[in-house]
Structure formats: C-alpha cells, structure tokens
C-alpha cells in the first residue's frame, strides 16, 4: 500500500460527494488511499480492492501466527511422532 499524501490524499466528506469519480480515477492512478473526513475528523479511507485484499490477508495471518503462539504458550503442540500418528489415524479413517 502507498503511504499517504497529507496535502493531496485528505478530502472533506462534502468535496469527495461532489466529485467522486475524480477521487476514485485518482486512486486507480496513484494507488494513494484518501481519508475522508467529517467535521475535520478521519470517517472513513477509500482502498484500492488490492490493498484491501492485502490487508484482509495480512491480519489473517498475524491472527494465525497469534493462534499459534498462544497454543506454544499454553502446551498444545505436538512432537513430530504424535503428529505423524494423528495423521496416520486420520488418512486411514479416510
């Protein structure tokens, strides 16, 4: 994802509704996201589908790797032996 422009990527909630289109032709050009503001506070960010999809990806991986850490942490691992056994069980039940 691009980083963001302060002067160029910030556009008040009245201005973005009055000329959309121009805003999301200028996203699909410069691949910067544009927060949109209310009341001079950040409401919302307009992402490319592929930075969202990036991100969506990303969090879902570092939530797995959590997941996994927390099962280390809390002893539900398996040794390699356990592991192959539990496969071996699982690939005959099938």
């Given at each position: 994802m691009k980083t963001i422009s302060i002067k160029?990527?910030?556009?008040?909630?009245?201005?973005?509704?009055t000329s959309?289109?121009?805003?999301f032709?200028?996203?699909q050009g410069t691949g910067h996201p544009v927060i949109i503001t209310q009341n001079g506070k950040p409401a919302g960010v307009?992402?490319?589908?592929?930075d969202y999809d990036e991100l969506v990806y990303r969090r879902s991986f570092i939530d797995?790797?959590?997941r996994g850490i927390a099962?280390?942490?809390s002893g539900r691992t398996y040794s390699t032996k356990e592991l192959r056994a539990a496969l071996a069980s699982r690939?005959?039940?099938e």
């Open positions: 160029n990527d910030i556009v008040p909630i009245a201005e973005f509704k959309i289109s121009k805003w032709k200028g996203l307009l992402l490319s589908p592929d797995s790797v959590g099962d280390v942490d690939r005959a039940r």
